[in-house]
């Protein structure tokens, strides 16, 4: 009976959810300000902004889902007297395909694809580091799919291939982002795991998990991967809101250790 009301309920979500595409997008813009002056306890003033771009395409037809997703991110921070710099720079694009097997499960294929808008420069010495398309990150695969909703899934991949480009002058005196010095491809293969959960954690407050993993079977494969996002967004009203956003990532290729990020302030938002 257990069985039987879970595949009912499997096949009343599928139902819910129309066949055709079902488009969305977001727009949203996040500053925050902070001024010192004769400050006693310390502090520098400094302003920033960031602008993401969110846009979802889904499409259904029958027991077929594709699921994709087009991000983008970019944001710039002014400390009182330094120069300019990136506080975000992502650009990222999801595709995820599903053939109902039982229940909530189906069997997938996924493709990923990750780079960045804009150069990238190391701050002691001033030299680029990356730019736009370089790095590049390409992964792709077979596995299956758990899906309950749009909001959450996890899909399982053991046979993933991974592609790192960089351009060549990023190679010359070193390795750069796992490309050894002299090339400026790298390929690997192991398995990712993708897993996803929005849900409301109070009326108007949103919570976005995303989590993703991945194991190069080629190479230290117990070095696994890591990079998980956190967004709350605490609605004020159509078009504000309060946001918070938290990243971490570890890839040895690119460093040892973690990779974190934070950002909080006020969002004017526009759906689309």
């Known amino acids: 009976k257990e069985n039987l009301k879970k595949t009912e309920e499997a096949a009343k979500v599928a139902a819910d959810k129309p066949n055709g595409w079902v488009k969305k997008g977001t727009f949203t813009f996040l500053a925050n300000q902070a001024t010192f002056n004769n400050w006693l306890?310390?502090?520098?003033?400094?302003?920033?902004?960031?602008?993401?771009?969110?846009?979802?395409?889904?499409?259904?037809?029958?027991?077929?889902?594709?699921?994709?997703?087009?991000?983008?991110?970019?944001?710039?921070?002014?400390?009182?007297?330094?120069?300019?710099?990136?506080?975000?720079?992502?650009?990222?694009?999801?595709?995820?395909?599903?053939?109902?097997?039982?229940?909530?499960?189906?069997?997938?294929?996924?493709?990923?694809?990750?780079?960045?808008?804009?150069?990238?420069?190391?701050?002691?010495?001033?030299?680029?580091?990356?730019?736009?398309f370089s790095p590049a990150f390409f992964q792709f695969g077979p596995g299956m799919m758990w899906k309950k909703s749009d909001n959450l899934k996890v899909n399982i991949a053991p046979a993933t291939s991974k592609l790192i480009i960089v351009h060549p002058h990023f190679t010359t005196v070193g390795s750069s982002f796992g490309v050894a010095q002299g090339d400026n491809t790298r390929f690997e293969f192991g398995a990712a795991v993708n897993g996803y959960y929005k849900f409301k954690l109070m009326e108007n407050v949103s919570v976005e998990n995303?989590?993703?993993?991945?194991?190069?079977?080629?190479?230290?494969?117990?070095?696994?991967?890591?990079?998980?996002?956190?967004?709350?967004?605490?609605?004020?009203?159509?078009?504000?809101?309060?946001?918070?956003?938290?990243?971490?990532?570890?890839?040895?290729?690119?460093?040892?250790?973690?990779?974190?990020?934070?950002?909080?302030g006020l969002g004017v938002n526009y759906g689309f």
């Open 41 to 132: 306890a310390g502090g520098q003033s400094n302003i920033s902004g960031n602008v993401g771009l969110n846009y979802d395409f889904n499409y259904k037809s029958g027991d077929w889902n594709w699921d994709n997703r087009l991000f983008a991110a970019y944001g710039l921070t002014k400390i009182k007297d330094q120069e300019m710099q990136k506080s975000d720079d992502r650009l990222e694009f999801n595709s995820l395909l599903g053939k109902k097997a039982s229940g909530y499960w189906f069997y997938s294929a996924f493709f990923n694809f990750k780079t960045q808008l804009d150069s990238g420069f190391d701050l002691g010495s001033g030299i680029k580091t990356s730019h736009f």
């Open 210 to 264: 995303i989590l993703n993993l991945y194991s190069n079977y080629l190479e230290d494969p117990q070095n696994v991967d890591i990079d998980y996002t956190l967004n709350i967004a605490m609605k004020i009203n159509k078009t504000l809101s309060t946001n918070f956003a938290f990243q971490t990532i570890y890839d040895d290729n690119a460093f040892r250790g973690f990779q974190t990020r934070q950002i909080i």
